[in-house]
């Protein structure tokens, strides 16, 4: 048994800076490096669900406690948009509104899983679903996959590969961070089929749902509800990253129980920001929309600066720098490119085969800043 000053040994092992490893330096430099190793956007939430728009006076209880799955209005309005743009046949008792996505996925995870337990991840992943599992005592299983699989049979040998007596669930991220991949709808229904065939559950990370550039985002619930669990963010499609509201949907037994570590950790999504988070719902369309050309724009240009294939949806490029690595291996890439005003998040972040890899966020500065830092990383890439 751990004594202090030291972590259980899960804790120990866990991750630390996952997306910048030099980011101390920052104390360093004349001026900040471009953070292309955060997963943001520069643009501020639309006019009206900002935090100055709100009032006590048009929302009273605004700083109180709100209900730990979340205030009734917002409840309602996402089941009503699950049903109609997402084809997921849910009701309110299916539903739990949590801090971010991040915190929806710990209560489902803490929900699912016991410890010594194993959750398959698709790899490259999102860099803290791994922190995630192992925060639970559980055991993330990585899963190479979106540079190695090529077809719906490939997808389904990857994963089966992998299940053993132990495995209980797989996570599934589309579209993808960091490739910015979107997996097609024949390659998730065969995933659907093999977890009901292995008697898995489907952990479903569809935060960039609404930033699919080529290609069609295809939820994963309708194709087998009885055991999916999908999360949504406000984060992500209506750029509130600081407001910490996001969402899971699924089987109204498995929300009962995850509602239960939500209670007992962050108890709820702050109130003020899940009634941000209705207004954007109401009226956020058109901020969407705009988000979505803007960032399209970013992601085609940074791809064909870097010569890169255009991403196909969310906010990342996921490059292969091995061939520019000296001695000092990524640590030194890193630190250089930092030195020259670029902060990029480490490949090794994002699952252990992929040590000399980097992921760029194009959309986490102005445009005209992120065009010149990925133009300062191309002549480091030359």
Avoid at 244 to 251: A, K, M, N, T
């Amino acid at each position: 048994m751990p004594r202090p000053p030291h972590s259980a040994p899960a804790v120990a092992n866990m991750p630390g800076r996952v997306f910048s490893p030099v980011g101390q330096h920052q104390t360093r430099m004349e001026a900040p490096a471009v953070p292309l190793n955060v997963g943001d956007t520069w643009m501020e939430p639309f006019e009206g669900g900002r935090m100055q728009d709100l009032h006590v006076a048009d929302h009273p209880g605004m700083h109180r406690y709100s209900e730990t799955r979340g205030i009734p209005a917002l409840i309602d309005a996402l089941v009503e948009k699950l049903r109609t743009r997402n084809g997921i046949d849910c009701d309110r008792d299916g539903l739990l509104v949590g801090a971010g996505a991040t915190g929806a996925l710990a209560c489902v995870i803490g929900m699912l899983a016991a410890p010594g337990e194993e959750i398959l991840i698709l790899a490259p992943f999102w860099p803290l679903i791994r922190g995630i599992v192992q925060s639970f005592r559980a055991v993330p299983v990585e899963v190479p996959f979106f540079d190695r699989v090529d077809s719906a049979n490939s997808a389904v040998e990857a994963v089966r590969k992998r299940i053993t007596e132990k495995t209980v669930a797989l996570y599934v991220s589309s579209p993808s961070n960091p490739t910015g991949r979107v997996i097609p709808r024949a390659w998730l229904e065969a995933l659907a089929a093999l977890a009901r065939s292995e008697d898995l559950w489907l952990l479903s990370d569809e935060v960039y749902e609404d930033y699919v550039y080529r290609g069609e985002h295809v939820s994963v619930a309708p194709l087998a509800p009885e055991r999916t669990l999908s999360v949504y963010s406000f984060s992500k499609a209506y750029g509130m990253a600081g407001n910490r509201v996001g969402y899971v949907v699924g089987p109204p037994a498995a929300i009962a129980e995850a509602e239960k570590i939500s209670t007992h950790t962050f108890y709820h999504s702050p109130t003020a920001s899940q009634l941000a988070a209705l207004e954007a719902l109401r009226h956020g369309r058109s901020w969407v929309d705009r988000a979505k050309q803007l960032y399209r724009e970013a992601g085609e240009d940074a791809a064909a600066v870097l010569g890169l294939p255009p991403p196909e949806g969310a906010t990342f490029l996921f490059i292969d720098v091995r061939s520019k690595l000296d001695d000092r291996g990524l640590p030194g890439f890193l630190s250089d490119c930092f030195d020259a005003g670029v902060a990029l998040a480490p490949g090794s972040s994002c699952g252990a085969d992929y040590e000399g890899w980097v992921r760029v966020c194009y959309t986490s500065a102005p445009p005209d800043q992120v065009k010149h830092a990925v133009r300062t990383l191309a002549r480091f890439l030359a």
